[in-house]
């Protein structure tokens, strides 16, 4: 922190992005200050990694490692050159003034120079009434089969899993370790997940697929009992008995916060108005990994996204003379 008890640079998140450039911006002897964000229901600090077993396609760890090893790596290499963590999240921001002013939801009102928007994506739900209040209360539905598919009440149950891409597949894979059947519900005939993932979890026996479904019903009182399927071609509709639901159908971009002082796109996805560049709209206000990234969603570009954002904030600073 400056003299003047303004933050040089803060950095909002603590993904891929934030930590990389956090590492960057302390390496730059910028001092960074992360918020890595409040445990809540859909978001842990470190977060979508969190959520996922093996991580095999990020450069270094040639044998895989688990997500919640790699962010523990990130955060550990960033804190070695002097990052300060903060386990809040930023709630509101005012851009329009400068030093900038951003809320916490615990520990009141820090200022800073620049700011590095690093919030990434919460997992979608599908909003039923009783899918969420049974989230809510621990009735096993869930948004995060890492977290919760171990419990002893999911273990040699028959599982469903709602989704077609990528994490819904990781989900899917990590649940077959304790259930004795996953039934995965996709709305199309075709699935979304990339051929190796596909391969991985449709040759595994305990594996069963419900083309052309969605769930319009959660069954159970204390916990759930079962789920009712649509056939969306046909309209049929059918029961199927299962002991866990876990919702993965994709992420919303971290951005409500901001409160549209920052541009955004209709999904809400920061935009970058002059790509390469991380900076936004705001001149000062940079947004890296998945909040800013609808195309690519995987760990190493949001890393390379805070390598250039740290990079474009220290530039920034020096330009206006804050070093």
Same mark, same amino acid.
């Given at each position: 922190?400056?003299?003047?008890?303004?933050?040089?640079?803060?950095?909002?998140?603590?993904?891929?992005?934030?930590?990389?450039?956090?590492?960057?911006?302390?390496?730059?002897?910028?001092?960074?200050?992360?918020?890595?964000?409040?445990?809540?229901?859909?978001?842990?600090?470190?977060?979508?990694?969190?959520?996922?077993?093996?991580?095999?396609?990020?450069?270094?760890?040639?044998?895989?490692?688990?997500?919640?090893?790699?962010?523990?790596?990130?955060?550990?290499?960033?804190?070695?050159?002097?990052?300060?963590?903060?386990?809040?999240?930023?709630?509101?921001?005012?851009?329009?003034? #400068?030093?900038?002013?951003? @809320?916490? &939801?615990?520990?009141?009102? /820090?200022?800073?120079?620049?700011?590095?928007? %690093?919030? $990434?994506?919460?997992?979608?739900?599908?909003?039923l009434d009783n899918e969420q209040r049974l989230a809510q209360s621990g009735g096993g539905v869930s948004a995060c089969a890492v977290c919760d598919g171990a419990l002893p009440a999911f273990r040699n149950q028959h599982l469903v899993v709602v989704g077609g891409?990528?994490?819904?597949?990781?989900?899917?894979?990590?649940?077959?370790?304790?259930?004795?059947?996953?039934?995965?519900?996709?709305?199309?005939?075709?699935?979304?997940?990339?051929?190796?993932?596909?391969?991985?979890?449709?040759?595994?026996?305990?594996?069963?697929?419900?083309?052309?479904?969605?769930?319009?019903?959660?069954?159970?009182?204390?916990?759930?009992?079962?789920? #009712?399927?649509?056939?969306? @071609?046909? &309209?049929?509709?059918?029961? /199927?008995?299962?002991?866990?639901?876990?919702? %993965?159908? $994709?992420?919303?971009?971290?951005?409500?916060?901001?409160?549209?002082?920052?541009?955004?796109?209709?999904?809400?996805?920061?935009?970058?108005?002059?790509?390469?560049?991380?900076?936004?709209?705001?001149?000062?206000?940079?947004?890296?990994?998945?909040?800013?990234?609808?195309?690519?969603?995987?760990?190493?570009?949001?890393?390379?996204?805070?390598?250039?954002?740290?990079?474009?904030?220290?530039?920034?600073?020096?330009?206006?003379?804050?070093?």
């Open positions: 922190m400056s003299q003047s008890g303004v933050e040089k640079v803060v950095i909002i998140g603590s993904g891929p992005a934030g930590w990389t450039a956090a590492l960057y911006a302390s390496r730059a002897n910028l001092e960074p200050l992360v918020f890595e964000g409040a445990p809540s229901q859909q978001m842990i600090p470190g977060g979508q990694l969190m959520f996922t077993t093996e991580v095999e396609n990020y450069p270094g760890y040639p044998d895989g490692v688990t997500g919640q090893e790699m962010m523990a790596d990130l955060k550990r290499q960033a804190e070695r050159f002097g990052t300060r963590v903060v386990t809040d999240d930023i709630v509101r921001c005012d851009f329009s003034r #400068r030093p900038f002013e951003l @809320v916490s &939801g615990e520990n009141g009102t /820090v200022r800073a120079h620049a700011v590095i928007v %690093a919030t $990434g994506a919460k997992a979608r739900w599908l909003w891409g990528d994490t819904a597949m990781e989900e899917a894979s990590y649940l077959t370790k304790f259930a004795s059947k996953v039934t995965i519900v996709h709305r199309r005939a075709e699935l979304r997940a990339s051929k190796v993932m596909q391969d991985r979890v449709l040759g595994n026996p305990k594996v069963e697929m419900a083309w052309n479904s969605v769930v319009t019903e959660v069954h159970g009182d204390t916990f759930i009992t079962g789920v #009712r399927l649509k056939d969306v @071609v046909t &309209g049929a509709e059918r029961d /199927v008995e299962c002991r866990g639901l876990f919702i %993965a159908i $994709g992420h919303e971009p971290n951005t409500k916060f901001l409160d549209g002082q920052i541009t955004t796109d209709e999904a809400g996805y920061v935009v970058h108005p002059a790509p390469p560049s991380t900076r936004t709209n705001v001149e000062g206000v940079f947004a890296v990994g998945d909040v800013a990234d609808k195309v690519y969603r995987q760990a190493v570009t949001a890393a390379g996204s805070g390598c250039m954002g740290a990079l474009d904030a220290e530039r920034w600073l020096a330009a206006q003379g804050i070093d």
